[in-house]
């Protein structure tokens, strides 16, 4: 069973179109979850950390929150720069300091 | 301003060669990372160092091996490339001053087994 899970696998926006990106997970003892951003030809780039269930972090029109099962990271009326790969990746007490990423969500914002 | 630098950014070797992934980083992390990257698969953990001349297993060890002899180097081994190592790999640093799983990667070395 997958421990981090994330969905749509990938997910096609109209330019100012919001939407979500999900991320859910069945680890337990979550010490923080993580969300990074991947270019295309790129290593993945850091974005965010959430660690209790109620945070929310912002920037720019990126939103991340955090539920007990699952984060969200809300794109508002995105931009087509905006288009890349979103991971997301969970640090859990099972798996000691380590991150378990998921397959992460391809986003591509057309203008 | 490149931060965390892979040597090789394409690699083309043949099965059975010997392989090294050379990774630098100039932020004086003490932490580094190798992952490697597939479709459908997500980032998976080869191997890690939280200091020179340590290294602990990640989750998919097997086939490689590492060496960490200076802080801002850590080298990826394969000492027996297979079909099956074909891939993305990605090094990563990370500093517990600023959160140990904030990582920084480099751009990638995409490496092909033929």
């Known amino acids: 069973e997958d421990q981090v899970t994330q969905s749509p696998e990938a997910l096609r926006l109209q330019e100012g179109e919001s939407s979500s990106l999900n991320c859910s997970y069945t680890?337990?003892?979550?010490?923080?979850l993580f969300w990074y951003r991947q270019d295309p030809g790129k290593g993945p780039e850091f974005l965010f950390t959430?660690?209790?269930a109620g945070e929310e972090k912002e920037k720019e029109r990126l939103k991340a929150t955090l539920t007990k099962k699952e984060s969200f990271l809300h794109i508002t009326a995105p931009k087509p720069e905006d288009s890349a790969t979103y991971l997301c990746?969970?640090?859990?007490?099972?798996?000691?300091?380590?991150?378990?990423f998921g397959a992460g969500t391809i986003l591509r914002v057309k203008s | 301003d490149v931060k965390v630098t892979q040597s090789s950014r394409y690699l083309v070797k043949r099965t059975g060669e010997k392989v090294f992934l050379e990774c630098v980083q100039d932020?004086?992390?003490?932490?580094m990372f190798w992952y490697r990257q597939d479709p459908g698969l997500g980032l998976r953990l080869i191997y890690f160092?939280?200091?020179?001349?340590?290294?602990e297993k990640g989750d998919i060890p097997e086939g490689y091996s590492v060496s960490r002899e200076k802080k801002e180097r850590f080298s990826l081994i394969l000492e027996s490339a297979s079909t099956n190592q074909t891939s993305m790999y990605l090094c990563a640093s990370s500093t517990p001053k600023s959160g140990a799983n904030v990582l920084t990667f480099g751009a990638g070395s995409r490496l092909t087994v033929l």
């Open positions: 959430l660690y209790s």
């Open positions: 932020m004086d992390h003490e932490n």
């Open positions: 160092s939280y200091d020179v001349k340590m290294k």
């Open positions: 990746a969970v640090q859990a007490v099972e798996y000691g300091n380590k991150l378990v």
């Open positions: 680890v337990s003892g979550l010490r923080g």
